[in-house]
């Protein structure tokens, strides 16, 4: 059971670190390729743009396979398409192998939420969807300094060594985990489009799902459009480099990483909507005082405690949404995932028209 647990911490942990690795290697790969600064943030957005979109079918169709096929299709994928971004000679190759990327994972990610309540005894299960979600928030902690480490050697060497350990990743996968094949198979045609968008239907319908999604996407926006041009930000005004701009994203993904340890304590004592009201507002308010401070440990700190405030709210949504309808969790998953990524895009693009 605990080879499963630490399986899936690795898996999310890969895709973290894949997804935010962008962000610190911005003015390397804008010198690079001789991108603007404007055009830049594509880099980032092609990976979450194809996570966003493939993510609303992925779900859906997934249901009706082998979860343990599908998870090891999208790490092989994963690692290829990754491995490729290594090798990308202009700013048009490296937002296609993104892209892939983020198709890859759209496939990938769904099947580790989805696995583990299949595999794991119920009393374990709450454990390990903390274990998973935490292997997202390393990520940012130690995952993206890593890579930024390994980019002082070149800015190709952070893709190649995630798309090495996926490769691994994928066949740990296949080997060790049991066939995870659906209840039924297919049921109601699940692998066709009109089926499909009929387990949206009962989301669309409801005012508080429509509500749920819409916190999650703005909570995304924020988070995304500050991420995005962070190092760039860096770059700018404290005149850091690529190894100390990932040392300035460790304290990010800490801050990330005790939030989501604090959440379930948060919770405790206000209920989930005052927590989400409450830390909606302190967000906003950092947002707007955190790019004022002008000395690089208080602005660090100050980010810390931003992330630390979105690291407290993002299980805390994601406890409200897949609350809405046991029928269709994997879809509720495969949509949240899609709006997460989708704002993630939307902010990557804007980050770079308002930063100019």
Known sequence: MRSYIALFFLIMFMIGTDTFLISPLLPTLEHEFGVSTANAGWMLGAYTLGSAVFALIAGPLSDGWNRRTVLFAGLLAFSVSTALCGFADNFWTMCLFRFLAGVSAAFTAPQVWASIP???????????????????????????????????????????????????????SYVSLPDIKPATARVDGAGRLGSILRRYVPLAASGKARSGFLSYFLLHLGSGTAFAFVGMWMTDDFKLPVEQLGTVMMFLGFGTLLGSFLSASVVRKLSRSQAVTLGMLLAAAMYAGVPRIANLSLATAGFLMLFMVLGILFPVLMEILTSLNASIRGTISSLANATMNGANTLGAWLAGLLYV
Do not use: D, E, N, Y
């Not at 454990?127 to 935490?134: I, L, P, Q, R, T």
């Not at 190709?156 to 691994?168: C, E, K, N, Q, Y």
């Open 118 to 172: 299949a595999v794991l005894p119920p009393a374990r299960i709450s454990k390990a969807m903390g274990v998973a979600f935490a292997g997202l928030a390393a990520a940012q902690a130690l995952g993206v300094p890593i890579g930024s480490w390994l980019a002082s050697v070149h800015w190709s060497v952070p893709f190649w060594t995630i798309g090495a350990i996926s490769l691994l990743l994928a066949f740990l």
